[in-house]
């Protein structure tokens, strides 16, 4: 797989375990994400589609139409370093990279199962903060689990930064929220994504 100057990875930062899941992959990261494949059930493709088990220690990886196969051990394990997060204000421009990643993959669910309520995301970006290897609430938090794996494969991280990126999220989520049933983050998140000319990894609400 080939490095590129316009993409927001650098392979000489992901872990040895992402970079040998890769290594037989003719993958070009110019344009495309690394995302986590979203599982369905088989069943009448003119029903809404159903989510399958999920084993979050493996993620399916996919850029483009290319698929490979990454097992992570625990999102402790892909922790790097000490460094210190700097304070993320109204306008946290240090992890727009981290945030994409991540808010992309909310995108991604939200496209196949339907848009996710403010507090359901709220507590999931809470249990991945507090306990990143704590027993899952279900589908939805074991796919952000491997979306907070790529982020962390892909990105030398602390477990300080980690924790940061996942508490400002978080703090979106409750300031969107006007109650049990809204979904004011995702529709925020669609409308700046969804724009021709916006820039969403520089852009995304906060």
Not at 129 to 157: C, E
């Amino acid at each position: 797989m080939q490095d590129s100057s316009n993409s927001i990875y650098n392979l000489e930062d992901f872990v040895p375990s992402l970079r040998e899941a890769l290594a037989d992959q003719s993958l070009d990261l110019d344009d495309s994400m690394l995302l986590a494949a979203v599982p369905t059930a088989d069943g009448n493709p003119d029903d809404p589609p159903q989510p399958v088990e999920l084993d979050r220690r493996l993620i399916h990886l996919v850029v483009g139409d290319n698929l490979c196969e990454w097992d992570v051990d625990s999102l402790r394990s892909l922790f790097r370093g000490d460094r210190k997060p700097p304070t993320l204000g109204d306008y946290p421009d240090a992890y727009n990279e981290e945030f994409l990643i991540l808010e992309i993959h909310v995108l991604q669910i939200s496209d196949i199962f339907g848009d996710r309520r403010d507090d359901e995301m709220r507590e999931i970006y809470s249990l991945l903060r507090r306990r990143p290897d704590g027993k899952s609430i279900g589908f939805v938090h074991n796919y952000m689990w491997q979306a907070a794996a790529i982020m962390l494969g892909t990105r030398p991280l602390s477990q300080a930064e980690f924790e940061a990126i996942l508490s400002r999220l978080e703090r979106s989520c409750r300031t969107f929220s006007m109650g049990p049933g809204t979904r004011n983050y995702i529709n925020a998140l669609r409308g700046i994504f969804e724009h021709e000319d916006s820039q969403p990894s520089k852009t995304a609400p906060r």
